[in-house]
């Protein structure tokens, strides 16, 4: 994966190299989607190792690690004011997290609806607004700022085109905000393939359970991969979350006919099993793939 150049720090001064990685103690860190399973996760480990993280999250739970600022990132009014708000708490910020994400099942052939706007609205737009709002502070501290992308934002599977597309959107977000203000602030997208947690409850309750598509991977190897990025002494441009998953992003990078064939078959075979009988949103692929009317 490529580099760019390591984000500057005084002796003394919140992020100063140590070894292979930036000491935490002291980082000023937002984190969105604080309050749900990657969230919790990130921030605890963060806070655990010296930082002081403020996290944004739509509900806040009595029992998360941190403190959480209740904000809905798809309200253009309120994420500078949550923004606002979390920065003087910090008393600056040196570290962005875009967490915060939604899934659920959206078929490519059917025309997009609620759940798919609300998907691009959270997935990309929401992560735009938060960034935004952050970007004076991380230029002033020469911050970093890092995107929980997908796996799927390159490989995309079927019967979930919303997010795949969100997660794709979101890479050519943050590489158009590298551009922007890569002089001052860098910027990591992380690729996490499928990990157990409510984000698949829609899709598995529609029928389309990712079981057969998709290798779930531990939580904590996220956690781990987010660190990497926050605290590496020289910043990813991307970081993929286990070694299957950067062959993986390399195979659908360079040899893209490939992933789709293995995803095809894949698809064909469970279409074919019987995995998506009953499913009203994958009668179209069951239908081409059985032969039935």
């Given at each position: ?19 292979r990685r930036r000491d935490a103690r002291g980082l000023r860190v937002i984190v969105t989607g604080a309050s749900g399973t990657f969230g919790r996760a990130i921030s605890a480990r963060l806070a655990g190792l010296g930082a002081h ?241």
């Amino acid at each position: 994966m490529s580099t760019s150049p390591a984000s500057p720090a005084s002796p003394g001064s919140p992020g100063r190299t140590t070894g292979r990685r930036r000491d935490a103690r002291g980082l000023r860190v937002i984190v969105t989607g604080a309050s749900g399973t990657f969230g919790r996760a990130i921030s605890a480990r963060l806070a655990g190792l010296g930082a002081h993280v403020v996290g944004l999250d739509l509900a806040p739970r009595s029992d998360d690690p941190v403190e959480v600022l209740a904000c809905d990132i798809t309200d253009d009014a309120a994420v500078p004011a949550a923004v606002a708000a979390a920065i003087a708490k910090l008393g600056g910020l040196d570290l962005l997290i875009n967490n915060a994400g939604v899934g659920g099942p959206a078929p490519a052939e059917l025309p997009p609806g609620a759940e798919a706007r609300r998907q691009l609205d959270i997935n990309l737009l929401g992560t735009w607004r938060v960034t935004a709002a952050c970007v004076d502070a991380l230029v002033r501290s020469r911050g970093r700022v890092v995107m929980l992308s997908s796996r799927m934002a390159v490989m995309q599977l079927p019967l979930a085109a919303a997010y795949g597309a969100s997660k794709r959107a979101l890479v050519a977000y943050a590489d158009a905000l590298r551009l922007e203000i890569g002089t001052h602030v860098t910027v990591t997208c992380v690729y996490p393939s499928a990990v157990r947690s409510p984000i698949h409850d829609s899709t598995a309750a529609a029928g389309l359970s990712l079981e057969g598509m998709s290798s779930y991977e531990p939580l904590e190897g996220v956690v781990d991969a987010v660190l990497r990025a926050a605290l590496g002494r020289r910043a990813r441009r991307d970081l993929a979350t286990t070694r299957r998953g950067a062959v993986e992003l390399f195979l659908a990078r360079h040899l893209p006919s490939v992933t789709d064939r293995i995803i095809a078959r894949t698809l064909a075979g469970r279409a074919r099993s019987g995995a998506f009988d009953g499913a009203e949103l994958a009668a179209g692929v069951v239908a081409r793939h059985t032969g039935t009317p």
